[in-house]
């Protein structure tokens, strides 16, 4: 049977919900605009590296012609923190202008999930070039819910649910995949990603949904309609009116991928139902002022065509409804406009805190959420694309399955051209510094994210093919489990027990006092013994406050694990000189599960974490403390000069509470705020202030505080920035105008190099379904499962399960059923002959499933066959 180009990459996006999960796993997931949040990974190796020779490597690295940077940059042998001296990474919005350019030896990687199949073709015929699969990005549209009435008296539509609900029936998402993707991709309805154990759990629930849902438009015109009456609108020559005015729905249309066409129908289909449109074509730099940072009641948008990544494999997506639906999720405006049905609010909080004790409980909550999430629809999820990242062939990175480069949190890491150490990687991505980079609540572009993780770093990190955590800078992990609650490891290094009863000590701290600037111990919170259903103790190496080193030569302290702590509590209290109302839904989803934490030793640092939130991984159910916020790395003097500015009135940690407060949204790059910065600096190094003094003076010492700041004084000086981490690359400098970043090797960073060399490439089985075209009804028939990697049998002890469906000739699911190994690489699927009897006559198809134990992406193969 031949098989389309695509078979092999679109197939799995289509035929995954009917397969079941292989295994039952979770874990907060990581997801990014284009956004995102953050997830985490490591080996065992030796702290102390052999350091025979040194040598000084000149570097010269050239940004936009005029700006030079040169520096002798020492090497070790064996080498040791990031393959490249530097690398230079600058906008290209074409994706085909890039490949052009990779083809020349300009670009060496675009940073970019490409959707366009004829970029597609380019690469796979190119000599010169490479590309790695990715299957973690999607559409949707973004429905601004503010109204129904905007500032000016505007009527948005959208402020309806069931308007919304019905904006299902008017999208053809068939259409969207066919004909505007060309085929890369596979329609969607949910809040999962199709290739997900999450939406195999749930498939006849969500069969169902998608076809309660199908392309309808009559029926979207009917409910619209009967909706814009029921607002006091008309409709006179068929365009709709309100007060005198024709409805004009603005439609903010990216314009770097297929969103341009998307937008472009989307607006079509709207004008067939007598809507009036204005179509605000716009970049995402462009964009982002408008659907990111403004205010949702000044009507600039009805409609954007979001896009999104989920930058690692996901382990549970019971999250992505509080994250997605509800002011739980960002602290932008658009988020905190959200307002939905108590009883969806309530179970999308329940599945954020993993509120369940059964995977039954689980999947029933799972089940109502679908269905409320289809009725509130302020996303209306459009297709999972199917997308490759663009590479010269010499050059090498750990990519994620999800993820791809951009989203990779290992990519840092891993980057090199191969056979070399030093020289400079030149990477191009379509949008560059749209926002500003702040650890608590800065830019979660993708574009920005990628560069924030390569100056970054997690306590753990996410394997880029299964999802699972593994240390970064933990050394070991424990977690204690309420006995009978579904949670299971995989790794050795998490110790996984369980007891009958889970108690919170006296001497926890479970609140914080923003008066008083202290925290609360449950001896004078709880007024009776607390029990939870997780603890989990993080222990980290004895050497990590001498070893792991800010990029301004500071050492990591208990400080910075202690400001983590403070800032979890402070910015959602009104007392707070801080306070920030869009902290405050996270704040109360995370006390809702939250009961303590204790610090058992200071150095080795030891931390215990007390919760009623758990993951069904140990793996994702630890607990870190690791300064790492939700948008980056921050240092405890970094983020205290932030504070100071934003008590001062100075600029706001948030988009949203800039906008509300009309100030700054603070950025440590680049911008207002860094003069500002600048200004504190001199002022707290002056006055030896650090924020939160009452418990900060019990765990940082004078000396710490004046050589923190006197060695951000320096970095400032020579970089002109204040944006400092622990990772394998530190900020030289930004350019905004020309679009331009330029990452440095860091020197201080410890690990070997080749410390990751083990995720370069996903072992992403091949399979090839073999068999008789005709079968006699009544009769035995094998098929053979021939499943491969680079050519080579899969080791069947690699395998975690090998399935095959069968769909009759009306398309319906007739069996489901295990294959049998013959030997490494061979499985059969064998249909009896009570089987094929009970086949109509006509073409059916049969589908082989394969699921690897080493990456957490099945793999599929069809082939059709006539009974007769």
């Not at 964009?287 to 948008?301: D, H, N």
């Not at 330029?742 to 072992?763: G, I, V």
């Not at 049998?820 to 089987?835: F, I, K, P, S, Y």
């Not at 099945?858 to 009974?867: I, K, Q, R």
Request: net charge negative; hydrophobic share 45%; with cysteine.
């Amino acid at each position: 049977m031949s098989k389309s180009k695509w078979s092999l990459f679109v197939i799995l996006l289509i035929a995954i919900g009917l397969m079941v999960a292989a295994c039952d796993t979770a874990a907060p997931e990581t997801i990014q605009e284009i956004v995102e949040r953050e997830v985490t990974v490591e080996v065992e190796v030796p702290v102390e590296v052999e350091v025979p020779v040194e040598v000084e490597v000149p570097v010269e690295v050239e940004v936009e012609r005029e700006v030079v940077v040169e520096r002798a940059i020492p090497r070790t042998f064996p080498p040791v923190g990031a393959w490249p001296d530097s690398i230079v990474v600058f906008e290209e919005p074409s994706a085909d202008a890039a490949v052009s350019r990779m083809e020349t030896g300009e670009i060496d990687l675009y940073a970019f999930a490409v959707g366009n199949v004829d970029v597609y073709d380019q690469v796979r015929e190119s000599a010169n070039l490479d590309y790695y699969r990715s299957f973690g990005s999607y559409n949707e549209l973004s429905f601004n819910p503010s109204g129904p009435e905007f500032g000016e008296g505007q009527l948005n539509p959208f402020s309806v649910a069931a308007i919304r609900e019905a904006m299902n029936y008017l999208v053809d998402r068939e259409f969207i995949v066919q004909e505007l993707m060309g085929g890369m991709g596979a329609p969607r309805w949910f809040a999962f990603n199709n290739a997900s154990n999450d939406y195999a759990l749930l498939a006849d629930v969500a069969r169902a949904l998608e076809f309660e849902y199908s392309y309808n438009p009559e029926l979207a015109e009917e409910i619209i309609s009967a909706e814009m009456e029921e607002l006091g609108a008309t409709l006179e020559n068929g365009v709709w009116t309100y007060n005198g005015e024709p409805v004009d729905i603005i439609v903010l249309i990216r314009t770097e991928d297929e969103r341009r066409e998307i937008g472009d129908y989307v607006a079509s289909q709207l004008e067939d139902i007598g809507f009036t449109t204005t179509r605000d074509y716009r970049t995402g730099a462009e964009a982002s002022p408008i659907w990111i940072q403004g205010e949702p009641t000044e009507g600039l948008f009805h409609i954007y065509t979001g896009g999104w990544i989920t930058t690692a494999v996901p382990r549970n997506l019971a999250g992505n409804f509080a994250f997605f639906y509800t002011d739980m999720g960002l602290a932008f405006p658009l988020w905190q406009a959200y307002e939905n049905d108590p009883a969806f609010y309530d179970l999308a909080a329940r599945l954020d805190e993993s509120d369940f004790t059964t995977i039954e409980e689980r999947t029933q909550m799972m089940t109502e959420a679908l269905e409320l999430s289809m009725q509130d629809s302020v996303r209306l999820w459009l297709a999972d694309r199917a997308s490759i990242t663009p590479r010269r062939v010499e050059v090498e990175v750990a990519a994620d399955l999800y993820g791809a480069v951009s989203g990779s949190w290992l990519w840092p890491f891993t980057i090199r051209r191969e056979g070399e150490l030093g020289g400079t990687i030149n990477i191009a991505m379509p949008s560059m510094l749209p926002e500003p980079w702040n650890p608590l609540n800065g830019s979660n572009w993708i574009y920005d994210m990628m560069l924030i993780r390569s100056t970054g770093e997690m306590a753990t990190l996410p394997d880029p093919f299964t999802g699972l955590a593994w240390p970064q800078r933990l050394e070991r992990a424990e977690v204690l489990i309420l006995e009978g609650l579904p949670v299971a490891s995989t790794h050795d290094w998490v110790d996984l027990d369980f007891a009958d009863e889970i108690v919170v000590p006296d001497d926890a701290w479970v609140d914080w006092d923003a008066e008083e600037q202290r925290f609360l111990t449950a001896a004078e919170v709880y007024t009776e013994t607390e029990t939870v259903n997780r603890l989990s103790t993080v222990y980290y190496p004895e050497d990590m406050f001498e070893t792991v080193m800010w990029h301004d030569g500071s050492p990591m302290s208990i400080g910075d694990f202690l400001m983590a702590m403070i800032l979890q509590f402070d910015r959602a209290k009104e007392a707070s000189p801080y306070y920030d109302a869009s902290a405050v839904p996270a704040f109360n989803s995370f006390m809702a599960a939250f009961r303590g934490v204790r610090i058992v030793s200071e150095n080795p640092l030891v931390i215990e974490t007390y919760s009623n939130l758990y993951q069904l991984d140990a793996e994702q159910s630890i607990t870190t403390w690791f300064p790492y916020y939700a948008q980056g790395q921050g240092a405890w003097h970094t983020l205290a000069l932030g504070l100071m500015g934003e008590e001062n009135g100075d600029f706001a940690f948030s988009s949203a509470k800039a906008t509300e407060a009309d100030t700054e949204w603070l950025g440590y790059v680049t911008g207002p705020s860094i003069p500002v910065l600048a200004d504190n600096l001199a002022e707290a190094a002056a006055d030896g202030w650090v924020p939160y003094a009452n418990t900060f003076s019990e765990f940082v010492s004078e000396d710490e505080i004046a050589a923190r700041y006197e060695n951000l004084d320096v970095w400032y000086e020579r970089f002109g920035h204040f944006w400092i981490g622990t990772g394998a690359f530190y900020l030289e400098r930004a350019f905004p105008i020309e679009r331009t970043v330029l990452l440095q090797r860091n020197p201080l960073f410890p690990d070997p190099s080749d410390k990751w060399d083990r995720f370069a490439e996903a072992a992403i089985a091949v399979v090839d379904l073999d068999g008789p075209a005709r079968v006699t009804r009544g009769q035995e028939a094998t098929f053979d499962i021939y499943v491969t990697f680079d050519d080579e049998p899969y080791a069947a002890e690699d395998i975690a399960d090998v399935k095959f469906l069968v769909f009759d000739a009306t398309g319906e699911l007739a069996f489901v059923e295990e294959a049998t190994l013959v030997e490494d690489g061979l499985w059969q699927a064998t249909l009896t002959a009570n089987m094929t009897q009970q086949l109509p006559a006509g073409s059916n198809r049969i589908e082989a499933v394969v699921v690897s134990n080493l990456v957490a992406l099945p793999s599929f193969d069809a082939v059709s066959f006539v009974t007769e």
